[in-house]
């Protein structure tokens, strides 16, 4: 396979004498590094092998070090003049005392660092309109972060924060707020006072409850708390009449406050992977709601006026034990009426099995699967029409093949569109001739990759793909890094902007370091293992790049992008090239010889 290569000279590719040139430089700014130069100049028969490796590390090490320190101290020039600071990845372990001098600063961005602290003396930067710590290993925030009067978006997720200042709201000039992927146990009272918040974003933590004081968040447009530990959600969510996005997937929730049917503005509702026993009694007030996920719950039965909804175009109902006498009306409903803005209706074959087959063929936009399993996670496999040798749509059979779709960190199936639209401009009948399973991590987890429970989804996930000769796995960030934990299940992998190493990665679990190292090398081993035709997609940004580069060179096929940004799937998507990527995999994959799409690399 052709592999992109890739240069380890930390000198940059200079010639010998300006390597000498710099390494000088270096030596008179870092401390020790002349020690460790007079041990580099130690004969070779005085040390051991071992001990000449160590010396060689430690050199590169620090003189990656002082370059990246004389890098700080220019950009610190700049930012005087500009206003603007940016020390993301600069390895600090410290805020230099240089930054909180920078009075006039108004953006300041220490993303993907080492630090564990902020300074106190972060409050001297009265102008600062917004602050990136995210990627770092923060645990608390101190009190003077609150004197920031002008800040208008705050970015810290992907730390270790267990709580925030309890004078937080002051920050009242807030509109946007990113605590993901942290260990948040509860929200300081005075969360009440950000007035102009319109983006909350506290998914991944560990909260128990939506607080009362959330209701009080009026300019509020998006709330997204899936992945946390929720049991109960306040009725003052209610009040929030502008929020068009409510994510509640993966808690602990067992009802819903009918005042959530309050929310007019309201057009997409997440209740998926819950454990709710009904919905509210009406849901004609969300007169906005378009897309409905509430799949993976215990609801027996559905409000009767679901349908009625003016505005709906997608429901997913599957893993809910739903009565037929609640799915027959739906469904003559639907036979007769044929609602032109609804889109579809997701329903697995338990909950069909016993109703007249021609009633459910008869329904409009319903499209059933199957449930795989039962255990964390959303397993549903959609089969395709009837392969060219005649075998039934319904059987898994060993001949078809299937394509498995792993959701990223939002936890929720972001693959059916495409997929749709990749069958749907399959030139011939014979070509559609696969089946699709849509996998979901609603906690956040990136699929327990780092701990024991990786285990639950592997053996979930190898009782399908058992069935099947051929297998193509696709993700995108952190359903790509599924796709390569799980690629030994798989014959062809496609994945776009994997995270491989997430201790330098500002989208994250809470994880320890430890935890992020276990599924470091987890999928390292999967990869090395795996036997699938494995192909790496990234964008030019320099952390994608670097994330690619951690694979194994002689397992993977990589291609970088002239495109600066982590979201490379939904850009190859907008120039129409993602669906011809995935076309070309699955034909590939089904013996059909086609021309491989010319990549806009």
Known sequence: MKQIQYTADVCGGQSSSSARQLKRRIA??????????????????????????????????????????????????????????????CNLTEVPPEV??????????????????????????????????????????????????????????????????????????????????????????????????????????????????????????????????????????????????LHLQGNLLSELPNELCHLTALGSLSVADNHLQHLPASMAGLVSLKQLWVYGNHLQSLPVDILDLPAIRHMWLEGNPLHPQSLVPMLRHLASEHPADLTEIGLDADQVDGIEPRLVEAAQKVRVGAVCGHGIGYFKLHYGEKNHSGFAQDKTQGERLLVVAFASAPGLPNWGGLLRRVYDGMAEPAHQCFDTLFVVDPSRSWYHGGDERFYDYYDRLKKVTDKYKRVVMVGDSMGATAALLFSPLATAVQVFSPQVDLTVSSIRPALGIEEMMVMQKRLLSSVKESSADITVHVSSWEHDVDQGGLLPKEKVNMHVYSFADHRLAFYLDSINQLDIILKDTIMVQQGFKNPKAALAA
């Open 28 to 89: 008179c700014t870092t401390p020790g590094l002349s020690r460790l130069k007079s041990c580099r100049r130690t004969p070779l028969v005085h040390r051991g092998a071992e001990r000449q490796r160590t010396c060689t590390r430690n050199l590169r090490l620090a003189m990656v070090t002082a370059k990246m320190n004389m890098q700080v101290m220019v950009k610190l020039s700049v930012a005087a003049s500009s206003g603007k600071l940016d020390l993301s990845n």
């Open 100 to 245: 909180c001098n920078l009075k006039g600063l108004e953006e300041l961005s220490l993303a993907g660092n080492h630090l564990t602290h902020l300074p106190n003396e972060i409050s001297k930067l009265a102008y600062l309109q917004k602050l990136q710590l995210s990627g770092n290993y923060l645990e608390s925030l101190p009190d003077s972060l609150c004197d920031l009067a002008e800040l208008e978006g705050f970015w810290a997720h992907g730390n270790l924060l267990r709580a925030l200042p309890e004078n937080f709201g002051n920050l009242n000039k807030l509109h946007t707020i990113s605590l993901a992927g942290n260990r948040l146990g509860s929200l300081p009272k005075s969360i009440s006072g950000l007035v102009n918040l319109k983006d909350l974003g506290l998914q991944g933590n560990e909260l128990t409850q939506a607080p009362a004081d959330l209701g009080a968040l009026s300019a509020l447009k998006k709330l997204t708390l899936h992945g946390n530990q929720l049991q109960q959600i306040a009725q003052e969510i209610g009040q929030l009449t502008n929020l068009r996005e």
